[in-house]
C-alpha cells in the first residue's frame, strides 16, 4: 500500500534546542539544575493542562513564574529565556514544502495554545495540509485518539500514513494504531529513513 500522509511532531524535531546556553544561564540565575527547570515547565501540573487545552500558555508560565517565585509581569520573559536557545530546522521546513507536492503532510503535536501562531508567525504554515495541536483538540500523545484525528483530518487511513516523532511511546502509539513511524534521532537519518519508505511504498 502506498504512503498518503506524512506526518511530523514539533517540539524536538522540527525545532530543537541547538544552544543550551540560555536555558542554563536562567536556572543559574534561579539556582537551580536546568533540569528541574525543565520539570516545571514542561511536566508540572500546568503543563498538562496546557497541553490539553484547559488552560491558556500565559497561564501555564505564569504558574511557573510563582513556583519559581518570580513576578507574575516576567512570565512572558521566562518563556523567551527559556526557548531562547531553540532553533528552527529550515532543511526540514523545505523538505515537507517541497513534500506537499505529492502527499498530504500534517503536524502531530502535544503542545500548548501559542503553538498555530508561533508557526503561522513564522512563516512556516504553508509547510502542512493540517495542523493537529493537543491543546486545540483536547487530547495528547500517546493517546490514540489524537492520531485517529489525524488521520481523518487529511483523509488518509492508518497503513497509508507514516509518523516521524523524537518520543519513543509516541511512536510506538502511532505504529499500535497502524501507522508507520520512526524515532527521530538525528534530522539526515530521519530523513533517509523516510524517503527510503516512501520510495518502497509509492
Do not use: C
Request: hydrophobic content about 45%.
Amino acid at each position: 500500500m502506498s504512503i498518503r500522509g506524512v506526518y511530523f511532531d514539533f517540539g524536538g524535531v522540527l525545532v530543537r534546542t541547538e544552544d543550551p546556553a540560555p536555558r542554563a544561564r536562567l536556572a543559574e540565575r534561579l539556582g537551580m539544575p536546568v533540569r528541574e527547570l525543565e520539570r516545571i515547565a514542561f511536566e508540572s501540573d500546568s503543563a498538562a493542562l496546557a497541553t490539553v487545552g484547559k488552560i491558556s500558555v500565559e497561564q501555564h508560565w505564569a504558574s511557573v513564574a510563582e513556583r519559581l517565585g518570580q513576578p507574575a509581569v516576567d512570565a512572558r520573559r521566562l518563556s523567551d529565556e527559556f526557548f531562547a536557545g531553540d532553533g528552527w530546522d529550515r532543511q526540514l521546513f523545505d523538505f515537507l514544502h517541497d513534500l506537499r507536492r505529492t502527499h498530504k503532510v500534517g503536524l502531530i503535536s502535544n503542545a500548548w495554545s501559542d503553538l498555530r501562531p508561533v508557526i503561522l508567525a513564522h512563516g512556516f504554515g504553508e509547510s502542512f495540509d493540517a495542523m493537529i495541536i493537543s491543546a486545540e483538540v483536547g487530547v495528547a500523545k500517546p493517546d490514540a485518539r489524537i492520531y485517529r484525528l489525524a488521520l481523518d483530518k487529511l483523509g488518509v487511513a492508518a497503513p497509508e500514513a507514516v509518523f516521524v516523532d523524537d518520543v519513543s511511546d509516541n511512536v510506538e502509539a502511532a505504529r499500535a494504531v497502524g501507522m508507520q513511524a520512526i524515532r527521530f534521532t538525528r534530522p539526515q537519518a530521519a530523513l533517509d529513513e523516510l524517503k527510503a519508505l516512501l520510495t518502497n511504498h509509492r
